[in-house]
């Protein structure tokens, strides 16, 4: 499976609302993940199975899809959110595991 | 307090052997989904193993397939990559990872999400 994500960056103010995409190469249903991951320290998982918000993530994170087109969305972009976001797909058994690219967001 | 502590990263020469281990706390090693992804430095993230439960079944990536073996002592809360035939290509840090179960036939599930992360271990493969 191929999983091709965009913007590889993009550049945003601190208010704004953003939205990263992730295309899958076949449909792999919900089975999409998307985490942040900040210099220094190691990935955290944000969304599960496409639009499940993991416990203790901030309501302004989202995500929605299925099948082979998703999106994950940032409303009202604050300062702790400027990093990089991957997606990562789980479908089959065995699962390719496969990550997209990632998508730096930095600040405007 | 939930925590994956990575341990036995370092440098190697090409060919050589490594052994990564992980030391789980907090929650039910024995239940849980176990798996290695690396980071290359300044490039994106890779799937490298899984290791399921009690049942312990593996995959790999094709990149480590028959080099990379992960197994786990589920009596002492801990998960190991013994990293064989070791390549430049391997350099990276390697994060011990808990993984949710996903998808499922009627046999058997695979990992899904990768919701806890240890802070992760450098290997640099040089001569």
């Known amino acids: 499976i191929q999983v091709t994500q965009s913007p590889s960056s993009l550049s945003a103010s601190v208010g704004d609302t953003i939205t990263i995409t992730c295309q899958a190469s076949h449909d792999i249903s919900n089975y999409l993940n998307w985490y942040q991951q900040k210099p220094g320290q190691p990935p955290k998982l944000l969304i599960y199975g496409a639009s499940n918000l993991e416990p203790g993530v901030p309501s302004r994170f989202s995500g929605n899809g299925f099948g082979t087109d998703f999106s994950f969305t940032i409303n009202s972009l604050q300062p702790e959110d400027f990093a990089t976001y991957y997606c990562q797909e789980y479908d089959d058994v065995p699962p390719a595991l496969t990550f997209g690219g990632g998508t730096k967001v930095d600040i405007k | 307090q939930l925590q994956l502590v990575e341990s036995g990263g370092g440098l190697v020469k090409p060919g050589g052997s490594l052994r990564l281990s992980c030391a789980a706390s907090?929650?039910?090693?024995?239940?849980?989904?176990m798996a290695w992804i690396r980071q290359a430095p300044g490039k994106g993230l890779e799937w490298v193993a899984y290791i399921t439960n009690s049942l312990s079944d593996t995959n790999y990536a094709a990149s480590v397939k028959g080099r990379f073996t992960i197994s786990r002592d589920n009596t002492n809360d801990a998960l190991f990559l013994q990293m064989n035939s070791l390549r430049a290509e391997d350099t990276a840090v390697y994060y011990c990872?808990?993984?949710?179960?996903?998808?499922?036939?009627?046999?058997?599930?695979?990992?899904?999400?990768?919701?806890?992360w240890g802070q992760g271990t450098l290997v640099t493969v040089s001569s």
């Open positions: 990872v808990r993984a949710q179960i996903g998808a499922c036939t009627s046999t058997r599930c695979g990992p899904g999400a990768f919701d806890m």
């Open positions: 907090g929650f039910t090693f024995r239940d849980s989904y």
